[in-house]
């Protein structure tokens, strides 16, 4: 009897450790990589890196950290839920086969985020430029502005206040994807702006998006265009949104913004 009772014990551990999921994995990815040398490197890469992990910590996911476009196959991409691009800028990839694992990985139903200069990786890629909601344009001088809350029905933004002011580069971009959904946006004719005679025309208006999400060829995608300075990285307001945005992104949360 005491044989089966043992059996029956190992038995139903066996079939429980499947149950016991691992916590989510995302890669957090920072490549800035220009032929000439001549990209603008942010000097924040390393404080956002530091807080995205220190999110994981704190809300169960597990982060890794490459600047190495070799990770991108298949196999290298296969553990993780999302992709976060913080701070990366101009080429993202090396060849077009990392490219493709890329479009694999979130066709496949996986996660993207893009934290402040991501909208400047691969600016000659027209499909990146749709997937991630836009290509990096220009931005005016650093300054206080005030944010307004589009919509809180999502969990990047569920918890903030209908407006707030930072001070931060506010980015304006060109071939913005008019599918995406506006989370956070700025009246843009309030801007001190040199280049207002030149800023191209898009359609949202004058509230111009500064963080959204949109679902893409399967893949739930996010980005914020907060985070220049380093601190910005220790203020709740922009770690808030991150963390939203990346739970959204790796399935744990499914509240969406009314479409």
Same mark, same amino acid.
């Given at each position: 009897?005491?044989?089966?009772?043992?059996?029956?014990?190992?038995?139903?551990?066996?079939?429980?450790?499947?149950?016991?999921?691992?916590?989510?994995?995302?890669?957090?990815?920072?490549?800035?990589?220009?032929?000439?040398?001549?990209?603008?490197?942010?000097?924040?890469?390393?404080?956002?890196?530091?807080?995205?992990?220190?999110?994981?910590?704190?809300?169960?996911?597990?982060?890794?950290?490459?600047?190495?476009?070799? #990770?991108?196959?298949?196999?290298?991409?296969?553990?993780?839920? *999302?992709?976060?691009? /913080? @701070? !990366?800028?101009?080429? =993202?990839?090396?060849?077009?086969?990392?490219?493709?694992?890329?479009?694999?990985?979130?066709?496949?139903?996986?996660?993207?985020?893009?934290?402040?200069?991501?909208?400047?990786?691969?600016?000659?890629?027209?499909?990146?430029?749709?997937?991630?909601?836009?290509?990096?344009?220009?931005?005016?001088?650093?300054?206080?502005?005030?944010?307004?809350?589009?919509?809180?029905?999502?969990?990047?933004?569920?918890?903030?206040?209908?407006?707030?002011?930072?001070?931060?580069?506010?980015?304006?971009?060109?071939?913005?994807?008019?599918?995406?959904?506006?989370?956070?946006? #700025?009246?843009?004719?309030?801007?001190?702006?040199?280049?207002? *005679?030149?800023?191209? /025309? @898009? !359609?949202?208006?004058? =509230?111009?998006?500064?963080?959204?999400?949109?679902?893409?060829?399967?893949?739930?995608?996010?980005?914020?265009?907060?985070?220049?300075?380093?601190?910005?990285?220790?203020?709740?307001?922009?770690?808030?949104?991150?963390?939203?945005?990346?739970?959204?992104?790796?399935?744990?949360?499914?509240?969406?913004?009314?479409?």
């Amino acid at each position: 009897m005491a044989f089966v009772r043992f059996i029956t014990l190992v038995f139903f551990a066996a079939i429980s450790v499947p149950l016991l999921a691992a916590d989510p994995a995302i890669l957090v990815y920072t490549r800035n990589f220009t032929p000439d040398g001549k990209g603008y490197v942010h000097d924040n890469i390393a404080d956002s890196v530091a807080a995205i992990r220190k999110l994981g910590e704190e809300n169960g996911f597990t982060v890794d950290h490459s600047d190495d476009p070799a #990770v991108f196959t298949a196999e290298g991409l296969g553990r993780y839920a *999302a992709i976060v691009f /913080s @701070n !990366s800028n101009n080429e =993202a990839f090396a060849t077009d086969q990392q490219r493709e694992a890329f479009q694999q990985f979130l066709r496949s139903g996986k996660g993207f985020v893009g934290i402040h200069s991501a909208t400047g990786s691969e600016r000659r890629w027209p499909w990146y430029w749709a997937m991630i909601g836009g290509s990096f344009d220009y931005h005016p001088p650093m300054q206080a502005y005030t944010i307004r809350v589009a919509s809180n029905h999502h969990p990047a933004t569920a918890a903030l206040p209908a407006q707030f002011v930072m001070e931060d580069e506010c980015y304006f971009h060109k071939e913005m994807n008019p599918a995406i959904i506006p989370l956070l946006v #700025v009246d843009q004719t309030r801007l001190r702006d040199d280049k207002r *005679a030149e800023r191209r /025309s @898009n !359609s949202f208006g004058t =509230a111009l998006p500064v963080a959204w999400y949109h679902h893409f060829e399967g893949a739930h995608v996010f980005y914020t265009g907060l985070g220049h300075k380093k601190d910005h990285y220790r203020d709740p307001r922009v770690l808030q949104v991150m963390l939203g945005g990346i739970q959204w992104a790796i399935g744990n949360l499914t509240q969406e913004a009314s479409q």
